[in-house]
């Protein structure tokens, strides 16, 4: 990325703009073989399809992972909507923290599917995207205060 590129983004956008393309690049690499391995299905926990051999996933799962890559690029554009990926991307990924707490990695309910390393994840990147959003989203009004 050029320092131009860089210079011409507020930290905030910059960070939306990063975090969707890591998100838009899991997404991808969700469906490569060899990077993903096991079977994969739509959806549900009968997917055993494993990302880097660690994380499980199935079609939905990396579609999930193609929008919100794709949202944060669009929301990047702009302070305000960078802030919004951001808190409210951050606080889906702590929803589905504790989805996943509460439907275990056989259950029916455990339809995206989660394991208990995505579980871990969803943790860090909901409570990383949210103080994110909410430290660098702040106003420079705010900011003085």
Do not use: C
């Amino acid at each position: 990325m050029s320092s131009n590129v860089i210079r011409g983004k507020s930290p905030v956008r910059l960070t939306a703009t990063l975090v969707g393309a890591v998100f838009l690049l899991v997404g991808i690499l969700g469906f490569v073989p060899g990077i993903t391995s096991g079977d994969m299905e739509a959806a549900g926990h009968h997917s055993h399809a494993m990302l880097l051999g660690i994380f499980q996933v199935s079609v939905l799962h990396n579609v999930v992972h193609l929008l919100f890559g794709v949202a944060g690029l669009i929301l990047g554009r702009s302070a305000a909507g960078a802030r919004n990926f951001l808190v409210w991307g951050g606080v889906i990924y702590l929803v589905l923290f504790v989805y996943g707490l509460f439907f275990g990695e056989e259950s029916a309910g455990n339809f995206v599917p989660v394991n208990m390393a995505d579980n871990v994840l969803h943790f860090a990147l909901g409570a990383a995207m949210l103080a994110l959003g909410l430290i660098l989203g702040r106003t420079p009004a705010l900011r003085r205060a």
